[in-house]
């Protein structure tokens, strides 16, 4: 089935590490996406990619890593540097800018 | 840059009652795209509807309409006869067409909207 895959559904980690999370997609979409959500404070868009090799920071970057050597994957890493990094990341991705994105079904990161 | 408010943090009503979500947007540029998600309980946004910005038609969907109007920047949500199942948070998003944004898409703050049996 065609779709965005994000896995861990949890992920638990130690203040101080650096954590990935992976968010792969196979529905041939150029865009993809980051996004952090807590409450209250609706999606924030943490960075952006359009194409292969390319990306953009979005409105929350600092303390966030990401790359996008593949089109069908965009993995983020959160960094030591993020200092409230416990929150819920959704991944999306679309087609083009005038398309509704697609997401996964989220990652919970709880950093103790 | 482009920017999305969604001023209602919570809405609870009673089931049958109608109810609007509102959304009001900036943009610089003349060529954008509106969205509405419904995130349930489960976590996963479902997407509900698209709107660019020279469509300025209304749109009914079921209990569901969009209200676009482009003069004050809004793209309203209400739901008709409310339902149980309609509680969930509600998000508004803005995509630009074209300059520095290009790509970008930004979402509200959302609101939670409960339906109370």
């Given amino acids: 089935d065609g779709g965005i895959t994000q896995s861990p559904k949890y992920l638990f980690r130690k203040e101080g590490q650096n954590v990935t999370l992976s968010c792969e997609q196979n529905l041939n979409h150029d865009a993809m996406y980051w996004y952090r959500q807590d409450p209250g404070q609706g999606l924030r868009l943490i960075y952006y990619s359009q194409i292969v090799n390319d990306f953009q920071k979005g409105d929350i970057a600092e303390g966030y890593s990401v790359s996008r050597e593949k089109k069908?994957?965009?993995?983020?890493?959160?960094?030591s540097?993020?200092?409230?990094?416990?929150a819920f990341y959704l991944c999306a991705s679309r087609p083009q800018v005038n398309t509704e994105a697609f997401f996964g079904q989220g990652t919970r990161l709880t950093v103790v | 840059a482009q920017k999305v408010t969604q001023a209602q943090t919570e809405i609870s009503v009673v089931e049958k009652e109608d109810v609007t979500l509102d959304c009001v947007y900036e943009t610089r540029d003349t060529t954008y795209y509106?969205?509405?998600y419904k995130q349930p309980p489960s976590g996963?946004?479902?997407?509900?509807?698209?709107?660019?910005?020279?469509?300025?038609?209304?749109?009914?969907?079921?209990?569901?309409?969009?209200?676009?109007?482009k003069s004050t920047s809004s793209f309203n949500f209400t739901i008709t006869a409310s339902q149980v199942v309609d509680?969930?948070?509600?998000?508004?998003?803005?995509?630009?067409?074209?300059?520095?944004?290009?790509?970008?898409?930004t979402f509200g703050q959302g609101?939670?909207?409960t339906v109370h049996p």
């Fill in chain 2, 111 to 113: 609101t939670i909207l």
């Fill in chain 2, 44 to 69: 996963e946004l479902v997407f509900l509807i698209r709107r660019n910005s020279f469509d300025e038609q209304n749109e009914i969907s079921g209990r569901y309409s969009w209200n676009f109007q």
């Fill in chain 2, 34 to 36: 509106l969205f509405w």
């Fill in chain 1, 81 to 86: 540097a993020q200092k409230n990094p416990t």
């Fill in chain 2, 87 to 105: 509680s969930a948070v509600y998000f508004c998003a803005l995509s630009e067409a074209g300059g520095t944004s290009y790509g970008k898409l």
């Fill in chain 1, 72 to 79: 069908e994957s965009f993995p983020l890493t959160v960094t």
